[in-house]
């Protein structure tokens, strides 16, 4: 996709090649068919906490050129209908669960990647599938307790702000909280981190320190896949990491473990080859 068009224009292109469904509990999924030969089950998409279905921009054109793609807005978030303010990962994960049954059917498989707070409840969606769950990725993922790092942020600019001292402060925050290499800040990565925001209904930073994720992880099934960037801000530095691995491969001996160099948080965006190779296998 032309990077010289503007970022909406290049956000609805993607998103009109996608068909869109409403399932119960007023969520929005979109789907991209595969455009070559399929190998693997359908890839099923988690978004982070203030996000949207976009944080998986640049990684969905290369995805579904071997894999059918979906992905939603999670409740309280982008085109999602609203839920509790006090709603767990757990509650996330059982209005999310039968929205998904009805687009892969009863018996199909999958494989789950989820991003930051959408690891939470991916993890709890897992617990569920048992082995039609075949693996799951998890970047950058919340729900680590005292190892989580909750980054201070700028106070985000409401619609009265001038866009050009909005952007300064959406750049500011992007480079304190999601990347580490300030190039990799570009209009549209500011342009999605915008609208994501606008449109957010639920706060889940505090949920990022529970334990949830990791209790969840000896007990999923599927091919475990942790990846992290080495410069994530809510990681906590290489000790931190290197513990999140010793979860990952005590919960499961032969779980994959990935640590990106000169990558931050939103490694989907900074890094978008090296995630798309991990998640397809």
């Known amino acids: 996709m032309s990077a010289a068009l503007a970022p909406a224009r290049q956000l609805e292109l993607l998103l009109a090649q996608a068909e869109i469904h409403r399932t119960d509990g007023a969520l929005q999924w979109q789907e991209w068919s595969c455009l070559g030969v399929e190998q693997g089950p359908p890839l099923v998409l988690l978004h982070g906490g203030f996000g949207s279905w976009n944080h998986w921009f640049l990684n969905i054109p290369a995805l579904r050129q071997s894999r059918r793609v979906l992905s939603l807005d999670l409740p309280g978030l982008g085109e999602s209908g609203d839920i509790d303010r006090a709603a767990l990962p757990k509650e996330f994960a059982t209005i999310v669960r039968p929205g998904l049954q009805s687009l892969l059917g009863d018996s199909a498989q999958c494989d789950l990647a989820a991003f930051s707070f959408g690891a939470m409840v991916a993890a ?35 619609a009265e702000v001038v866009w050009d001292k909005a952007q300064e402060i959406h750049r500011a925050n992007l480079q304190a909280l999601m990347f580490h290499n300030p190039a990799a800040i570009d209009e549209v990565a500011i342009y999605l981190h915008s609208i994501n925001l606008a449109r957010h209904r639920f706060n889940s930073r505090a949920l990022s320190l529970r334990k949830d994720f990791l209790q969840a992880l000896p007990l999923i099934q599927a091919q475990l896949v942790g990846v992290w960037g080495a410069f994530d801000a809510t990681a906590g530095g290489a000790a931190a990491i290197a513990q999140r691995r010793q979860h990952f491969v005590g919960a499961q001996a032969a779980a994959e473990f990935h640590v990106l160099p000169d990558v931050g948080h939103w490694a989907m965006y900074e890094a978008p080859t090296a995630i798309n190779k991990i998640l397809l296998g």
């Open 124 to 158: 709890e969606m897992a617990l569920h599938l048992g082995q039609r769950c075949r693996r799951f990725t998890a970047i950058g993922a919340a729900g680590c307790g005292d190892l989580h790092v909750q980054v201070a942020l700028q106070t985000p600019p409401g």
